[in-house]
């Protein structure tokens, strides 16, 4: 029997008993159609919110001389001495990194109970789940908020507020790795008697511990952007300088610290990526988090190339004499610098310790700020409304974010690129765009463009081709190479492979992706009222700044809604399209 195939077309099932016909496809769920539609409803939304906005190009045109004149109000740029700032840099890398370490830390209880293959039972999963959820709803900001109450002014309210609302991004992150360890040597561990603590050093550590360090440094290069923010409510740092130039009118300072950040976090970028790099090498596990999440099943195939131990590990003897290699000094070298550079980071962070031992008196009175929710003065349909313009910001953001991403991250994907020299082009402006604050960027466009939603729809779109087209970009990377070199063999042009191979298989990480930024312009849209940029964070600065914490709280919740339903959502379709 001979079976024609046409490798260029969808492949034919091999003939049987005579038959060619090719075999019936599998019909379409019911829930994959609702999936599409809800899919194609968003997208609707966000094109309405779009219009809503009223971004115009000829608008902006006409607003340059709003810029102009704001040029003309700056002067120039100026900056703080020297050595006052060496001193700030070093006060905000300090407390951003000593928060990320502390979310870390508290991240592995919760994740080992989050965890299906390593909880006690299905209440402690639930358990640690929605603290995870809860902890990544709520603002850092409002975070801070509460703990200037409670401590003294420094640096303490944002390392604790960087550390909490990170808990919900690590946790989830270090479960996941959790749950796609190998099972063998966890289950050889406890056959020969060892204990919980045991099967977690020795069967579980080893292999999570690659994609832990990368989500740790990940999750610094977003604090150290969402710093700038702190300073509006006191938090020592760059960003509360920045707020103190800006109130007073000095534009040019404010600009001039701004830079100041926007360079500080494209240096850490790419630290991380080095760090990254140099520790992890090419395994699978170096994927930022979201990838890891939209791609659960993808195991390190690194690891597998190489089963030969050296010389030195053959005997216990040889291994107590482990020869210093280059390798070795190497590695030494970097544990010894990331010892020292925490232990500097807690010490110029200059923690008032005691404030542990004289919080717990003021805890009560501060409960009693914040709770009941109440929305006060304002009526609770205008909160409703200012929900909703918050949540219309975030999608005609994500909306305008998808395309430029989906251009741009393609460009900076290996086996997209036309060339090493355009990849290269595009992965620098991804870590240009993505070290620009969010906060910043809009304070500049409420400048030129005045206040409302339209300033903040732009900044979030700007700053999310940076984090949505590096996802894509290592996404696309990812897929199986297969498909593409067999489309290349039968002649098909590079943009035909892209359309046909790399693009169908990447299309659950590109839906995973933007419900992410979806989730994430969310919360950011809320902060960005805080400068003017509309929605309901405008309501939460003037209650804040009111000292109305009920309402504060009130606000917090609608925000913990929301994002639960948009949570609840990409769930969904990630299970739907997987």
Known sequence: MTVVSDTSRTPVAPARAGVTDRAPRRPISAE????????????????????EVGISIPAMVQSWGNAENFVA???????????DLAWLIALTVGLVLVGTLLAAALSVPIAYLAASNTTPGSGWRVAARFVGVLTRALPDVVLAMAFVLMFS???????????????????????????????????????????????????????????????????????????????YVGVAGLGLEMSYAFKALNYGKGLGIALVIFVLCVVMEIVSSLVRGAMLGQQRQTRSWIDRLIHPRLHDTTAAQSTALPAWATSPQTAVRRPWTAERVRNTIGIVTAVLVVIGSVVVSQINWMDFATFWAKLPEVAARFWPPSFGSYEASAMIAAMRDTVAIALAATVLTLLPSLLLGSLAASNVAPGAGTRGIARFLLVGIRGIPELILAIVLVVITGLGSQAGVIALAIGGVGLLGKLIADSLEEVDRGPERALRAVGATRLQTYASATVPQGMQALIGHSFYMLDTNIRAATILGIVGGGGVGYYLLNASQGSR??????????ILVTVLVVEGLAMWMRKVFR
Do not use: C
């Not at 303490?156 to 808990?167: D, N, Q, V």
């Not at 690659?210 to 977003?222: E, G």
């Not at 914490?549 to 609608?558: F, K, P, S, W």
């Open 32 to 51: 994959r159609i609702a999936a599409g539609l809800t899919l194609l409803a968003l997208l609707v939304l966000g094109i309405l919110a779009v219009d």
């Open 73 to 83: 109000r700056v002067g120039g740029l100026s900056f703080p001495e020297p050595a």
């Open 153 to 231: 002014l420094g640096t303490l309210p944002g390392i604790l507020a960087i550390g909490i609302h990170s808990i919900g991004m690590i946790s989830k992150m270090f479960a996941d790795a959790i749950e796609q360890i190998d099972e063998g040597p966890r289950l050889a561990i406890r056959a020969a008697g060892g204990s919980k603590m045991q099967e977690f050093a020795s069967g579980i550590l080893p292999q999570v511990l690659p994609s832990w360090v990368a989500t740790v440094l990940h999750r610094n290069d977003i604090n150290l952007r969402g710093s700038v923010v702190l300073g």
């Open 549 to 558: 914490y009920e309402t504060v709280t009130a606000i917090v919740l609608m």
